[in-house]
């Protein structure tokens, strides 16, 4: 099994915390990248490539200050890489720093001093290296998360940057749930030679997800009046603008339903604490924006309502790759007009999966 080829204390820590089996793009991917690869991996969301770049790499670590970097997106996504680095880092006991903006620099300051692994949101990182708080010249790894989603929010100028500072570095690698020819593209720029691992038989993949489909006028009563209907277990429900978020919020949560707000024009703190409190339910609904359609690792979500429709084909993907995470079954239901079909007609040509009209 390729977790044997991890030193021993990653092997402790993985097993005490569960994992007991590699997922399919696991098993690809960490031997590789011990043999010294530089691995571009795509994946649906909820694979395990998180896992498959971070257990590699703390297998080859020695805990040289600023030895590691990763790269994130979104301040979500790098919490969540730095819980799981704080899972198996158990016994290995490295130091490390988490780094983003939206809250004060000397926590973070603090902790970069002697960090051996950093996981880091472009802007405040170049930030902080623009102050001489950070040498990016001591990399020895980097690794670009969820490369279609930098690409999306227009971070690559940054990506470049970060990766002409870090010219001294050993191994480069990405992590990416689609692969157009654009990701490509900015993948073969970064990675020197680049060994591609597609778990994956389309350019775009969905999770063991039950697509079903409400035909609706529109209206928000039409869609409201399903919404109750169709809510099951641990949900989260998405909607195009803040202020829909906030109107569906205060009418569910005056009809007794349980539910939480995450939208991102929240303080950083509430968001994170918002979060904390839905991973701890065992039932109830996050109504979201788009914010939470990436970079979100909760492993236990049972729906995904898509009270409106998304706006492309992209987004549908990323919103219900917020379940069925780690080979779990899940289900996402979208309240959609006639005309919105169209946007869920691309994405079945897309991806080789369909859904099913349910009414």
């Known amino acids: 099994m390729v977790f044997n080829l991890l030193k021993e204390e990653l092997r402790r820590a993985i097993s005490e915390y569960g994992f007991n089996e590699p997922t399919e793009v696991q098993r690809s991917v960490i031997p590789k990248i011990l043999d010294g690869f530089n691995v571009a991996m795509q994946a649906r969301t909820g694979s395990g490539k998180t896992a498959a770049y971070l257990l590699p790499t703390m297998s080859m670590m020695k805990g040289d200050l600023g030895e590691a970097l990763v790269i994130s997106p979104t301040r979500e996504l790098a919490l969540q890489i730095m819980n799981q680095f704080l899972i198996f880092n158990k016994y290995t006991k490295f130091n490390s720093a988490v780094v983003y903006g939206g809250v004060g620099y000397s926590g973070q300051v603090k902790a970069l001093r002697d960090a051996s692994l ?3 949101t472009p802007g ?3 930030d902080l290296t623009g102050k001489s708080i950070v040498d990016l010249s001591n990399v020895k790894y980097l690794i670009i998360d969820e490369v279609d989603r930098m690409l999306d929010m227009g971070f690559i100028k940054d990506v470049y940057t970060i990766s ?11 992590a990416t749930a689609t692969l157009p020819s654009e990701v490509h593209d900015v993948v073969k720029r970064v990675l020197r030679n680049p060994l591609f691992i597609r778990v994956s038989n389309h350019e775009y993949e969905l999770p063991m997800v039950d697509q079903l489909v409400y035909l609706v006028d529109g209206s928000w009563r039409s869609k409201y009046g399903l919404t109750g209907k169709v809510l099951e277990g641990k949900s989260i429900i998405f909607v195009n603008t803040r202020e829909r978020a906030y109107r569906l919020y205060r009418q569910l949560r005056n009809d007794g339903l349980r539910v939480l707000l995450l939208h991102g024009g929240m303080r950083q703190e509430t968001r994170e604490s918002t979060l904390r409190r839905f991973r701890e339910l065992d039932s109830g609904s996050l109504i979201s924006t788009d914010l939470a359609s990436r970079g979100l690792d909760i492993i236990d979500v049972n729906l995904i309502l898509n009270f409106d429709a998304p706006r492309d084909p992209e987004t549908y993907i990323h919103r219900i790759g917020r379940t069925a995470r780690l080979n779990r079954r ?3 239901i979208t309240l959609a007009t006639r005309d919105e079909l169209r946007i869920l007609n691309e994405v079945t040509k897309l991806t080789g999966s369909g859904y099913v009209l349910a009414n």
């Open 330 to 332: 899940g289900k996402a």
């Open 124 to 126: 405040r990182l170049l």
């Open 164 to 174: 002409s500072l870090t010219g001294n570095r050993k191994q480069t690698h990405a």
């Open 118 to 120: 950093i996981v880091a």
